[in-house]
Every structure is written in C-alpha cells, then in structure tokens.
C-alpha cells in the first residue's frame, strides 16, 4: 500500500429547523421550571422539526451549504457517511436518501450509529477512505430528529434534546496544509451501559406492536444519574488519554469542542483539563442535545464567534449511548 494520507476538514455545513421549543413552552406541557433546566442542564431552547421533516431532510440542507462553501458539486462526492439515531426509517439507508436529495451521482454511502459519540465516530471512519488514498472527498455528516422519539410527558428526557444536522468535507491534506488535518483519535464502548440509555421498541427484540406503543417502548429511556456520573468520568478520562498520548496537556489546546448533553459534564471535563472557559465551546443553551449533530454546529458556532481559525489545535469529545466515547485530536485546516 502507498504511504498513509494526511486527512483534513475542508468545509462544515449546519442546519436546524427554524421552530423553537423554549423552557417556556416546557413550562405548560410538563412539571418543569426555567430555572431547573437551566441549572441542571443549561438548556434556553431547541429546534424541533414540522410534522413530515425527517433527518435526511435536516441532514441535506447541512451538506448543500457544505458543498457550497467548499464550492464543488454532490457529484464530486465519493462517500456519504450519516450518523444518527433517528434514521428515516429502518431501511433503506439514511445515506442513500441524501444521495439522492442532493444529486450526489458518484457516491455510496451508509449509516453509522453510535449514540452521541456517532459523529466522532463517523469521522474516523470516513477519514480512514482518504487515508488510504481510495477516495478524496468524503462527506460525513451528524443529523437527528430527536424529537421524533421524545415523549414529550416525560420532564426527564424531553427538555434536554433538539433536532440539527451539521456535514463536514474531509479530502486529502496537501503539503500547504502543513501540520493541519485530523491527528489522532481515541474510541472506546462498554456495552454494559446499554441499560442506562436506550431505546427498546421498534427492532428486532420488540418488533412494533400496539403493545410496544402503549409501553411507550419507541421512547428513549433513561438513568439520567447512571449516564451523567459515566460521561463525567469517561468524558475526561479519554481527553487525558488523548493528550497524554500526543504529549500535550490542556494548556495546548486552542479549543475544546465537546459533544452537548449537560453544560455540567462540559465544565466538569474542562476543570479536569485545566481549560479557561473562552477554551470551551458551549451552545447548548440555543440546540439541546441534537446527539449527531452537536459537534459540528458547535464547530460552526466557534467559527461565528471567531474562536475556531486555521491552525488550532482542537479536540473533540463525546459520551453517548453503548456507552460510547470518543475523542479526536485535529488541526484546523481552514
Ligand atoms: C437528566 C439530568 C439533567 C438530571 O439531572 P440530575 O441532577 O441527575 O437530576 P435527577 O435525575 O437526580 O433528578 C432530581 C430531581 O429532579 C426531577 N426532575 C427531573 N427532570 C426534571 C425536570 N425537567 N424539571 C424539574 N424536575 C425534574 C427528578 O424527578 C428528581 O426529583 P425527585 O428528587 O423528587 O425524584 C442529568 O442526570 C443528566 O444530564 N444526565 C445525562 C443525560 C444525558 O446526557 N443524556 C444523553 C446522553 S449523551
């Protein structure tokens, strides 16, 4: 095999739907209060899709601006690979159907899903095609309609999710991109958390049924305090890992761009790091938990905010249902 490709990000594309579900819209359908979401989440608002908007639909508006800022065409893409919880639909692939929505007519594709860790997991999948030299732009995208599976009488989980898409471009690095590009990675399961976040109805062990439905089986379930205590530790434990490995400590990184569940895991992990909040990207408060999509619209609220700049070097986290965990260390190459 020829000699291993530098990997980069050459364009990152976002979309939310404009409807806005705010606290205080909460407030009237269940038991909740402004205060208690934002002290125990840091959450204001999320955005929900209309009724017959699905994640393809959220997930192709992300990859047209994607495309459009690198300035090519679908047909240039090689691979779409889509991360998510919330596919259309069981089959066919979520991928495919964005294939399609944006004329992609060069590609394959398929889904990947891994709780809220899929983004970061997708990357490196997709990363690892440019590696090797089989394809030069692969687009990987984080996109969910969690709204579609949140019971919305629950206080415990329907205040904490939104619904978002963000697409990213990785194409080969060239030799003026130096050092940017993506550096290393750190992935990890333990499949015995499955119990503390998951969704039971609907597969193959609880085939849809009216009963399923009435057990609210199509529901996502959780520990809240199990999956909290278990992001904290691990979310930390992989960012020290990662760090070690490169010989680097938080006070080398530009930025932190974690997965957005709870503003408090995001400080607990930026305390362990030693990491000035300017060094934190935090937007949960305007999306909620978008599970795939959180990293890259967090990527793009850094770059609105002039915090994310050619060069950086910045590092990615996430804790997710599996358990899943993830970590990635990259340069920012544009
Ligand atoms: C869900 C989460 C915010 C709950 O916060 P917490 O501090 O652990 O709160 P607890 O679950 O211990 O609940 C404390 C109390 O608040 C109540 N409560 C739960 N949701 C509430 C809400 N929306 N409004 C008001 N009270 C609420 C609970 O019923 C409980 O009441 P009780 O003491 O009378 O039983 C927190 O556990 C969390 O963020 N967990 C991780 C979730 C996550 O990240 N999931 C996605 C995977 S990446």
């Known amino acids: 095999m020829s000699q291993l490709q530098r990997v980069k990000i050459s364009a990152l594309g976002t979309y939310v739907p404009p409807r806005l579900l705010t606290n205080a819209d909460l407030e009237k359908m269940v038991d909740t209060t402004n205060d208690w979401i934002m002290s125990r989440v840091g959450i204001k608002e999320r955005h929900l899709v209309d009724k017959g908007v699905a994640t393809s639909d959220l997930a192709a508006e992300a990859a047209k601006v994607a495309l459009a800022r690198r300035g090519i065409v679908a047909d240039e893409l090689d691979a779409i690979i889509v991360a998510t919880v919330t596919p259309d639909m069981m089959f066919p692939a979520t991928a495919c159907l964005v294939q399609d929505k944006i ?44 709204s579609s599976i949140i019971d919305y009488t629950d206080r415990a989980t329907c205040v904490l ?59 996502v379930h959780q520990d809240g305090t199990a999956v909290f205590k278990f992001a904290v530790r691990k979310m930390s434990e992989s960012c020290v890992n990662i760090l070690e490995r490169n010989k680097l400590t938080g006070g080398d990184i530009d930025l932190m761009i974690p997965h957005q569940a709870n503003l408090r895991i995001i400080s607990a992990t930026a305390d362990r790091l030693k990491l000035a909040p300017e060094k934190v990207v935090v937007n949960i408060e305007r999306f909620g938990n978008t599970t795939g999509a959180t990293i890259p619209l967090a990527m793009q609220t850094a770059i609105e905010d002039g915090r994310l700049k050619k060069g950086n070097l910045v590092l990615l986290a996430a804790v997710g249902a599996g ?12």
Request: charge should be negative; glycine fraction near 16%.
């Open 103 to 146: 004329g992609a007519k060069h590609c394959w594709g398929f889904d990947l899903q891994a709780g809220c860790s899929q983004f970061v997991y997708a990357l490196q999948v997709g990363a690892q095609f440019v590696r090797t030299g089989a394809h030069k732009k692969v687009m990987v995208i984080g996109a969910d309609v969690m």
């Open 161 to 219: 999710f939104g619904d978002g898409a963000g697409a990213v471009i990785l194409e080969p690095a060239t030799e003026a991109d130096g050092d940017n590009g993506l550096i290393d990675f750190m992935h990890e399961v333990d499949g015995s958390g499955g119990v503390s976040l998951y969704m039971p109805g609907g597969g193959s062990l609880n085939p849809s049924s009216h009963e399923t439905v009435d057990k609210k089986m199509h529901y």
């Open 323 to 334: 358990f899943t965990i993830g970590s990635t260390l990259l340069r920012w190459a544009y």
